[in-house]
């Protein structure tokens, strides 16, 4: 089991600028994909973004990228996501996903998840 706990939600205006952190605990990060997906209310959770063991490969979900930037420092055990550019569209509970297998694992299905954190984006 991995326990994730994200951090750093919260409320600010379109165009504005957001960061995310998941914290890990149980296993290291160091051998785990790791991603961020959103759920707004009445709708499927999302893929947003994910990254690979090292942080060498990033894989982004079209309306996100070039604005959010995944990140993550396997020391801490942390995992990261960086949001600019904000829109309305955006608002959604984000939640921090890992999978020991691969990056496309966590993209599709990951088999650990934290609880989540509200983002909201006021126009």
């Known amino acids: 089991q991995v326990q994730l706990v994200e951090s750093g939600g919260g409320l600010v205006q379109a165009g504005g600028s957001l960061s995310l952190s998941c914290a890990a605990s149980?296993?290291?990060?160091?051998?785990?994909?790791m991603g961020w997906f959103r759920q707004a209310p009445g709708k499927e959770r999302e893929f947003v973004a994910a990254i690979g063991w090292s942080g060498g490969s990033t894989n982004y979900a079209d309306s996100v990228k070039g604005r959010f930037t995944i990140s993550r420092d396997n020391r801490k055990n942390t995992g990261y996501l960086q949001m600019s550019s904000l829109k309305p569209e955006d608002t959604a509970v984000y939640y921090c996903a890992a999978d020991p297998r691969s990056i496309e694992a966590v993209k599709h299905v990951p088999r650990y998840w934290g609880q989540g954190t509200q983002v909201t984006v006021s126009s």
């Open positions: 149980g296993r290291t990060l160091g051998s785990y994909a």
